[in-house]
């Protein structure tokens, strides 16, 4: 059993960067191809040092919630963003980087982890990738 | 014959699953994967995906009462 899940990942929210990289280790995890399409505030997170420097989608307030939030889950014990980077990769995940929110943004690739990204692409990569998936998702 | 021992108590989601994977890709066809966790939904998901990874699920077991299981697996 095959498939493949594509993943846009639009925000840089801490919490939303945890649903695609969740959501796509586990895709690799059940037998399946997963790539992620990394644009606008998601782009942000493949800069250097930056992955787990999102805010909270809600009740950040100033970053005290995140901090918050950040106790419970290291209670709860979950994993780090750069572990489920690193397994991601480990598994074959697939990483595209949005040329034009580097373009717009003016980020060069020397301010990103390029050691993630396999490919860096416009729609036409996100279509070429999305045509035959069965999960295709925007967070 | 080989056996890999995945321990992933007081791990959650999605790390059982993955550590898995990654087991299933270091072990040889015939070896056999034994894997312990504490995560609830894992205990059904890991069987999901070895079902969907054409591998044979050989024994789930509660440990400590209910508050563990193991799984043992066919590579």
Known sequence: MGGKAVIILHSGDMDKVYSALIIANGALAMGMEASIYFTFWGLMRLKKGELEKGPLSKMNMMGAGKQMVKKRMEKAHVAPLEKLMNDFKELGGKIIACEMTMEIMGIDKEQIRTEWVDEWGAVGSYIHEARDASITLFI | ?75
Do not use: N, Y
């Open chain 2, 1 to 75: 014959m080989a056996e890999l021992e995945v321990d992933v108590r007081g791990q959650t989601c999605p790390v059982p699953l993955v550590e898995c994977r990654k087991a299933f890709k270091k072990a040889s066809p015939g070896d056999l994967v034994i894997v312990k966790g504490t995560h609830p939904a894992s205990k059904k998901e890991i069987p999901m995906a070895c079902e969907a990874l054409g591998l044979t699920v050989l024994e789930i077991e509660d440990k400590e009462g209910g508050k563990e299981w193991e799984i043992k697996i066919r590579r």
